[in-house]
Nanobody, 120 residues
Framework: VQLQASGGGLVQVGGSLRLSCAASARTFSDYTIDWFRQAPGREREFVGRISGSGSTTYYADSVKGRFTISRDNAKNTVYLQMNSLKPEDTAVYYC??????????????WGQGTLVTVSS
């Protein structure tokens, strides 16, 4: 499945931004979508996950209460709403589509990343 992340940009501390992840998939609801981020010089960090139906979400402690993941399966799109942004949220954000196998979780596609810069 092909994914394209968009919506990044420059925002001030305390501001908000909404990222989108558009997918080309036959049955988009078959895929769980994860968001990751990677800041310069740091390892990639898991941000959150949304189930295929959109009924279940998980978040990293670092973003819980500030970020919200949602999806519109009719538009093959997942959203990452980011509020109360902090300088440490500055990173390239990626989305990835995954499926659960018998005893593993496998990624079937990654977006190209979109840069979010939070200025103080």
């Amino acid at each position: 499945v092909q994914l394209q992340a968009s919506g990044g940009g420059l925002v001030q501390v305390g501001g908000s931004l909404r990222l989108s992840c558009a997918a080309s998939a036959r049955t988009f609801s078959d895929y769980t979508i994860d968001w990751f981020r990677q800041a310069p010089g740091r390892e990639r960090e898991f941000v959150g996950r949304i189930s295929g139906s959109g009924s279940t979400t998980y978040y990293a402690d670092s973003v819980k209460g500030r970020f919200t993941i949602s999806r519109d399966n009719a538009k093959n799109t997942v959203y990452l709403q980011m509020n109360s942004l902090k300088p440490e949220d500055t990173a390239v954000y990626y989305c990835a589509a995954g499926v659960y196998g018998m005893d593993s979780y496998v990624y079937r596609g990654w977006g190209q990343g979109t840069l979010v810069t939070v200025s103080s």
